[in-house]
């Protein structure tokens, strides 16, 4: 079985500080990776997704980087954080394009910026 | 299992006529999505939806989740509406969003 996990589970941070959100799936060979930000009402945006090792597609500038590079494995970082990148991170996996197969969340990351 | 089912797969409209693309789940869903893809294969989203309607300039979108459907209207139709749209479904289990297959709207002047 799949297993997917984020960490860390929360964070509080001050403006300006770095960050690094990480993201393992196990259990699942070469998947499709995402990162996502759950913003006030719910609504999920996707910020970044990546189809194998090395490769990451940007989705929407938040100032927001993400990296892949392990097969199994997601970053996502910043060296300055804004006040606006407070909300709650998901890491999703995928067997092929995120249109026609079922996204797998992990448990999430709440980030809270000072 | 969960399914969505989304309708119609392919729509064609003349500029400045409108309609509606459907989706509907096999089971209960907490909450319905709908994005556009972009020319560089990424999802936008349009419209994220708990319940009742929400409206942002031509599109429309409602979600009634215990009659297990949802739409988005698109009324007045302009060229660069064309592309291809999905939405996508909560499950009421936390950790899943289920895609519809899309459709895939063309707009003619």
């Known amino acids: 079985a799949q297993t997917i996990h984020q960490w860390p589970v929360a964070e509080i941070k001050a403006v300006g500080s770095p960050l690094s959100l990480g993201c393992t799936i196990k259990?699942?060979?070469?998947?499709?990776l995402y990162w996502y930000w759950q913003a006030t009402g719910g609504t999920l945006q996707q910020l970044f997704y990546?189809?194998?090792?090395?490769?990451v597609e940007s989705v929407v500038q938040l100032n927001l980087s993400a990296s892949r590079p392990k097969d199994d494995q997601f970053i996502l970082s910043t060296e300055k954080l804004l006040l606006s990148h407070s909300g709650f991170y998901l890491c999703?996996?995928?067997?092929?394009?995120?249109?026609?197969?079922?996204?797998?969340f992990g448990a999430g990351t709440r980030l809270s910026v000072l | 299992g969960d399914q969505v089912e989304q309708s119609p797969s392919a729509l064609s409209l003349h500029e400045g006529t409108g309609s509606a693309l459907r989706c509907n789940f096999t089971?209960?869903?907490?909450?319905v999505q709908w994005f556009r893809k972009n020319s560089r294969g990424s999802l936008i989203n349009l419209f994220y939806l708990a319940s009742g309607t929400k409206e942002n300039g031509r599109l429309k979108s409602a979600f009634d989740s215990k009659e297990r459907y949802s739409t988005l209207h698109i009324r007045d139709a302009q060229l660069e509406d064309s592309g291809t749209y999905f939405c996508a479904a909560l499950t009421g289990n936390t950790g899943k969003l289920i895609f519809g297959l899309g459709t895939t709207l063309q707009v003619q002047p």
């Open positions: 999703a996996w995928s067997e092929g394009g995120p249109s026609q197969n079922t996204l797998y």
């Open positions: 990546s189809i194998t090792v090395g490769q």
């Open positions: 089971t209960t869903m907490r909450a």
């Open positions: 259990g699942k060979s070469s998947p499709n």
